[in-house]
């Protein structure tokens, strides 16, 4: 890891917000982020840091930003309202060095005074603000507001966010489609049967991975459950994730016994579940990009999920998409899913290998290069996946 202060004359420098490493559920956007730190810290054209708010401990462990961290003076809260109302204090507050670029890489969108780069990771809240809380909305709406009027170029991880981009108004010549990547452990079979043994899963067992709350649809997926075991199917279904806010999706009575709810679990252990799995299902109503998905298909698992959303954009011929509100076509689709679970899972593993953080930190490093005014922000460093190229 080399430091902020490690500059070469022709070395970018990048200053990236990681405060979603301290929020109670980082989520995917701390996941991707690091994921892609990780990467761009190893370019020979870049030194990056991350920017995060006053903590008196590092981030949990499975969310540590893999670079070093310049903190800000004030405390997340007080950060999040003087950011997008005072637009003080700057990434370069206190002793902080002095970027080239600024990412914003959630909707707490710093100031700036020099580029600024923006990630929108979806605006499904602009058409269905009943799946967040009121508060949210506000925030989102702030923080989407900023990334469209302020920032020099916006990166999005799907043709279908940067489709939403355009109808809220958004430049064409600013929007950059840069996919994730994926990158996951071989796992054993013994850590698979040491993880069925802990969480009392025999047989063939169906997975969902996510923050339970009303977009992921879970409701929806508990329904396709039942009907799949009132009609033979012999399987468990895993639930794995935190609580992020609304009702609790609960089963019914008749299969409750075959339903696992795991909570958060360690990275080890996640990738057991996935390993292990027979299918995944991931019947979510938006998302930006759906990363349980590919990892999932990283894997070797099959994989049901929403037909024409982002997850649709890399999971065609890996898995099979539904009608996410009818749980008769969910069940339909996992029952497919087992039905050619070898083909499907080998096309995954096909898509998947094609789909690396290192690609997407190159598509990365273009932005930001060309957001500064680099003449290498074209080509140099890599493909910025502008408006008219679609995710590989």
Do not use: I
């Not at 870049?46 to 405390?75: C, E, F, M, Y």
């Not at 299918?279 to 590919?294: D, I």
């Not at 930001?368 to 493909?383: K, L, V």
Request: glycine share 10%.
């Amino acid at each position: 890891m080399r430091a902020p202060g490690d500059e070469g004359p022709d070395r970018l420098r990048v200053a990236v917000t990681v405060e979603q490493s301290w929020q109670p559920v980082p989520g995917g956007t701390a996941s991707s982020t690091n994921a892609l730190l990780a990467e761009l810290a190893r370019r020979d054209d870049l030194r990056v840091w991350g920017v995060a708010a006053a903590h008196r401990r590092p981030a949990p462990g499975p969310w540590q930003p893999p670079v070093p961290v310049h903190h800000l003076p004030l405390p997340r809260l007080a950060l999040y309202r003087t950011w997008p109302s005072l637009r003080w204090p700057a990434v370069t507050a206190g002793r902080g060095p002095r970027p080239d670029v600024v990412h914003a890489t959630s909707p707490a969108v710093p100031p700036s005074a020099v580029p600024l780069v923006a990630t929108v990771h979806d605006l499904a809240f602009l058409e269905r603000p009943d799946l967040y809380t009121p508060r949210g909305v506000r925030f989102l709406t702030r923080g989407t507001t900023l990334a469209r009027e302020q920032a020099a170029a916006v990166v999005v991880p799907s043709r279908a966010v940067l489709e939403e981009c355009l109808v809220a108004g958004f430049d064409t010549g600013r929007l950059s489609v840069v996919p994730h990547g994926v990158s996951v452990p071989d796992v054993a079979p013994s850590q698979v049967a040491d993880l069925r043994r802990r969480l009392d899963l025999p047989g063939e067992y169906v997975l969902w991975c996510g923050t339970h709350e009303p977009r992921k649809n879970l409701a929806t997926l508990l329904r396709a459950f039942e009907l799949l075991v009132a009609d033979g199917r012999d399987l468990h279904l895993l639930l794995v994730g935190p609580q992020g806010w609304g009702p609790l999706a609960v089963p019914a009575a008749p299969v409750a016994a075959r339903v696992r709810t795991a909570g958060f679990l360690d990275p080890a252990d996640l990738h057991a579940a996935y390993a292990g799995a027979a299918v995944m299902a991931y019947p979510s109503l938006r998302e930006g990009f759906g990363m349980p998905v590919l990892e999932a298909m990283a894997h070797g698992v099959p994989v049901v999920t929403t037909r024409g959303s982002a997850m649709a954009e890399f999971a065609t011929g890996a898995g099979v998409l539904v009608d996410p509100t009818d749980p008769a076509a969910v069940a339909a689709g996992v029952d497919a899913a087992l039905s050619d679970a070898a083909a499907l899972g080998a096309q995954g593993l096909r898509t998947a290998a094609g789909m690396t953080w290192a690609a997407a930190a190159a598509r990365l490093a273009a932005v930001y290069a060309r957001a500064a005014g680099r003449p290498d922000g074209a080509s140099g460093a890599g493909d910025p996946g502008g408006a008219g190229a679609a995710p590989r």
